[in-house]
Every structure is written in C-alpha cells, then in structure tokens.
C-alpha cells in the first residue's frame, strides 16, 4: 500500500476505495473481498516491468521507497531492486549458489559444484565423458547410439522413436549422445515434454519453451512452432545435428508435426523435420497425452502413434533393465516384469480391470505410520540431512496430497526454511 492517498498519472486519477472495512494500523485505508491482478508490462518498459515484480515480492510495502529498499539499502531503479532480491538472473545467483553450499557441503563437493558451474560445454570434457561412458553400453544401447552417429553422419533425416521402459537407460544414453555430438562442437537440441523430465537431460528444455509450441494444440487442424526463419532459434534448429524429444508419449502428436512443419519451412525442405535427425524417445505403456475432458479415444486418438508421421518412424527398443542389472533384487525384477505386462496388455483383465498383487507392498492405516517409517527421526535430522533425505520419497496421486504430505513433513523439521524464488531473465535491456 502506499503512502499517498491519491495518485495522479496524467489526466487520470485514482483514489482510494471508500467502501469496506478498515485495514488495523493503516487509516482510512479500506479493504474488501475483492480480486484484483496486477497487469502485465513488457520487459521493453523495463521501471515498470521491474516495479511489476516488486509488487508481487515484497509484501506490504508503504511507498516507492520500501519497494526498492532491500536489506536497508536504497535502490535507485526496480530493476537494481529485482536483482538485488534474486529475481532476476545474473552471476548472483552463482555466488549465492556457492554460498549456500559452504554452510553445509564438503570442500570437495564445493570444488565440484564451481566444477559445474564453470564447465558449460567444454569440448574437451566431454570427450572424456564419451570415452568413460560408451565402454558401459549394453548391446542394445551400443545399437542406438551407432544407429544415431551413423545417421547424423550420411544426413539421413531419419525419424526415430527410441522404446525404453523405465530402468532401461535410456536417459543416460541421450546424453551420452548429446556429450558425444557437443565434443565435437556440433548443435545438439534436447527438449522433454514436462519440465522435471527436461531438468535430468544436460541442457535440457520443455518441448513448449524451445520450440514456442501453441499452448491450445487441439484446437486447430495444422499448428505451427511460433517463431520467423530469422529467428535465433530458427537459427539453431537450422544448424543442428539432431534433435531430441524426451517423454514424447506424453506430448499431442499435433505438436511434434507443428515441429515437422516449422523444421520444413526452415530447412526450405520437403522432407520429414526438414531432413534433420530427430530423437524421440519415451514409453507408450506411461501416461499419454492429456485431452481435457476427453475419452480414451480421444487419447488414443492425440497420441503419436495415430500421427502421420508414425508410418515414418524408425523404432529403436531397448528392454535390458539396467537398474536390475547393476543391482539384482528378486523382487524389483518380479515387479517390473508385472509392470512390463501390464503395458503389453498380457495381464488378464475383468469388466476393463486389472488385479495387481502387491509385491513387496506394506499397507499402513495412516499418515502418520506411513511417515514414521519413510522419515523416521526427522525432527532429529538436522541441517546436515540433504543425502538422507534424497534416498527416500513418498509419491502421491495428486497435488494436494502431496502439499499436505510436504507441510506435515516441514512441521517435524527444527532448521530453518529457506524460500527460493524464480528467476527471469531480460535478453535486451532498454
């Protein structure tokens, strides 16, 4: 809120709201049960971009002033504010990065962490990388990753569906081709459907943020990516070697042909994607495309697999399940085998359900058990228990659960709550 009781911007007034109750501590100040938003501003209009990002931080500000004021300093733009704040992206977030890790974290995983955050796309690491790594291939994943060099190599424009159940390595193997494809100093686009599957690939992206896919897919008949051939990325689609889709099961087939079309107009070629390599990879057995308020057969009916461009598809399976592999559990393998038969339809099935057995499976009675025996002795964990507590999750259907699950959990904990905001970032300051 701020100080002045009436506030004049050219020939239009706004006055404070005369009706509703009174706000304690703030006089003549009303307040109602109203929503309000605060509009939006381009970045070009960069005070009152920043201001607009202020206003959603800083909570009960009394002028222009507190709204700039961070740690007792004076800003003299927003803009300075924000970045001030960490919201808006620079070298600070690094420093800040580096800072939280010395309060907890070895001199080694230190070093490691600058390691990381130094190292980019450094060709000569990654080579070191592929020469580690591609001696650990199984010989299904051997296959793929020859098939795809040998691809990219004779410019093909292969199409490819890379079919990798979970536990069968196939993240580790798209970045063992992206290591091997950057270490040569060649463009190697990587996007994923959802954005935690895009955090776990090395540069990786949301399918939607890199190629600027609409966001209402099924409501029009022939998409296009929303970017001009003049474009940056246009630029570096045009120069890719290969292009790799993570989690495309996920996604509606209009948007990878929106990614056919627009790869088409770049290249100023007719073939498929332009007569670039492209990588999808995923597994028909998870979740398919989401169709609001749709059937099964309108899911069936987004998936990739009733696209034209299937027909195209060249389908490289992998089915070692490397997990099992590296550490035999008789258990874990009955349970993907279970896992693996569900989604080939071999499970026997009654009015359109299935029985699962419950392999290894404890049913607790409630919420508190169920903690108990994930987190025991959380609240004695302390500020040293980030490698604990990543060797445990408790998963949940929705988000709700899942909220409620969180703060429960948060409660037990006696370190302090840290609150890490979002970044943006400005490509062109005005």
Not at 98 to 124: G, V, W
Request: glycine content about 6%; overall charge neutral; some cysteine.
């Amino acid at each position: 809120m701020l100080k002045s009781q009436l506030i004049t911007y050219g020939k239009i007034t706004f006055e404070r709201r005369r009706k509703g109750k009174d706000v304690p501590g703030y006089l003549g100040i009303k307040k109602d049960q109203v929503l309000g938003r605060v509009y939006t501003m381009h970045p070009g209009n960069t005070e009152c971009y920043h201001l607009r990002l202020l206003l959603h931080e800083c909570q009960g500000p009394t002028s222009f002033s507190a709204l700039k004021t961070v740690d007792g300093v004076i800003h003299p733009t927003s803009q300075a504010a924000c970045r001030a704040h960490g919201l808006l992206k620079d070298d600070a977030n690094w420093d800040r990065t580096l800072e939280e890790a010395c309060i907890s974290d070895s001199p080694y995983k230190i070093r490691e962490l600058f390691a990381i955050i130094e190292l980019a796309y450094d060709s000569s690491s990654l080579a070191k990388v592929v020469a580690e790594n591609v001696p650990k291939l199984n010989v299904e994943q051997k296959h793929v990753y020859n098939e795809i060099l040998n691809s990219i190599m004779s410019n093909s424009g292969q199409l490819y569906f890379l079919d990798a159940p979970g536990g069968t390595g196939k993240t580790f193997l798209i970045n063992l081709l992206l290591a091997k494809i950057r270490s040569e100093k060649n463009i190697a686009v990587v996007v994923a459907s959802s954005g935690i599957a895009a955090t776990l690939i090395e540069g990786g992206e949301t399918a939607h943020s890199a190629f600027k896919l609409p966001l209402n897919l099924g409501c029009s008949e022939y998409p296009l990516c929303n970017m001009s051939k003049q474009s940056d990325m246009a630029h570096v689609l045009r120069e890719a070697k290969v292009i790799t889709w993570d989690e495309c099961t996920m996604a509606h087939k209009k948007g990878i042909e929106a990614l056919n079309r627009t790869l088409q107009d770049i290249q100023g070629c007719d073939r498929i994607m332009g007569g670039v390599v492209v990588l999808l990879a995923g597994d028909f057995r998870q979740t398919l495309p989401v169709v609001p308020r749709g059937t099964r057969a309108d899911e069936v009916k987004a998936c990739i697999k009733s696209s034209i461009l299937w027909p195209s598809v060249k389908v490289l399976p992998l089915t070692i399940n490397m997990r099992l592999h590296l550490q035999p559990n008789s258990k874990a393998e009955e349970f993907s085998k279970l896992l693996i038969d569900i989604g080939n339809c071999n499970t026997p099935e009654v009015d359109g359900r299935i029985k699962v057995s419950c392999i290894g499976c404890e049913i607790v009675p409630e919420l508190i058990t169920l903690t108990d025996k994930i987190y025991p002795n959380i609240d004695k964990a302390g500020n040293n228990c980030s490698s604990w507590l990543k060797e445990r999750a408790i998963l949940t259907p929705t988000n709700k659960q899942a909220n409620y699950i969180n703060n429960f959990l948060l409660e037990k904990i006696s370190t302090e709550q840290v609150r890490y905001e979002s970044v943006d970032a400005v490509t062109e300051e005005v």
